[in-house]
């Protein structure tokens, strides 16, 4: 079978979900276009068919990922743990988001969903990029903790659940970027 020939058996779609349950089963490392090939039984250059390069497939990864985050939540609070929530569905499903919004690749629903859920106010688009970026990096703290737990090299010092308290930490974090902290305003200089 020629390549032009297996790739005609699988269509965007597939390729893509075989990717997904690859993350789930190796990691983002371990996920390479050889690999995600070998599970379809298809030469890598296949998969170039339905996909321009490894960076475009990862995109639709992220955006299949943060696709399940309601547009429309309650609040900032809620919005922001059914994000956390999506970037947990999947084996350093919270890295690979985190890349590919970091090379602005793949959608934007995630921080659209907290603008909506910050209202109409002024600077919702900032406040949800900020909201964004603390969601994103303690995701990727919290699954790389237990990464590290899962092989025993975290230190938890006893502890038996290495992201205790980590959701009260989430709380608090969302609430003061989501409840109006202001940047601090330079101290004026009077004229004589």
Known sequence: MTPSHNSARHDRDSVAQAALELLDEVGLADLSMRRIASRLDVQPSALYWHFASKQELLAELAD????????????????????????FTYRDGAELVLS????????????????????GTPDAESRAAALLHFILGHATLVQQRMHADSHGAANS????????????????????????????????RDRA
């Open 64 to 87: 299949r990922i943060t696709a399940q985050i309601p547009l429309l939540g309650v609040d900032a609070l809620s919005t922001a743990r059914s994000i956390r929530d999506a970037l």
């Open 157 to 188: 010092a006893g502890l038996h659940d290495v992201t205790a308290g980590l959701d009260a930490v989430f709380d608090l974090g969302v609430r003061a970027l989501s409840e109006g902290v202001s940047a601090p305003r330079a101290p004026r």
């Open 100 to 119: 590919t919004y970091a090379l602005r690749l793949g959608s934007s629903h995630a921080q659209k969903a907290l603008e909506h859920a910050l209202g």
